[in-house]
């Protein structure tokens, strides 16, 4: 009987958060970057200012609030990225096919607006995109968040929303994936007025970035949870690059939210 409630109980306790990517990608670091990159010519769209307000509320309401994770994200309000690709350049890898995106420098997330319509076409309802775009073997050295600059669906936001917004974009930055969980931050769409990081959300920070505990001088690792395929989380910098399949399923949550929030 003891077994079969543990049996019964285990697939309710199973973690549902997933990986930006096949290799199991993070920042090295433990301090990470988060900056709005400012356009010297004012988004048409999208507040950077405000943005800029908003950051250190998204990253310490959510992602620092992990007491298992080493990451800390760092906020440093704005900067002149002096570079005009952010926001009218095509999002993609570095040393991609498309080569619009400028690379950060390193250890940052750079958050920007940006209005190349072949990253939102049609003036897409998608929110925002968000890409680890430099990366070295299993190293994310940069990444980049580009609000939808193409129309003022992330404008209309409540500003509680526009910091779960980017909070989620950050989320995918640091090498996170959807999670199932509609409790998680990370879920697929966008659940209005969400405030705190789910259980999930934890799980997949935790994943990524144990905090190094050193219970029995061996150097323990909490949170080591395994969603990695065999042969694939090895070191080698191994596996296929899947970031363009969460880039659109980026789109699938504008779409999700933009339908949630006419229903409310
Ligand atoms: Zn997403």
Redesign the pocket.
Known sequence: MKFLFSFLLLPTLAQAFTLNNSIGARFKEKEVNVRVGMNPTPCDNVDLDEVSGLLSEAMDNFWNKVSTSRLELKTSGSENTGDDNYWTGELCLSGGACGGTPIPAPNDIIVTCNKNTTNFPGGSSLLAL?LPNDISGKDIKGAVVLINDTNGSFGALSSKDKVAVIA??VG?AIGLG?SEESSAL?F?KVVPTRTNLGRDDRLGVTYLYPVQVDLFGAGCFLGTISTLKSGDGDGDGGGTNTFWP?AL??LL?ALVFKRTKKET
Do not use: V
Request: negative net charge.
């Open positions: 968000t989620h974009e995918h959807h990370m697929y969460t399923m980026g949550l």
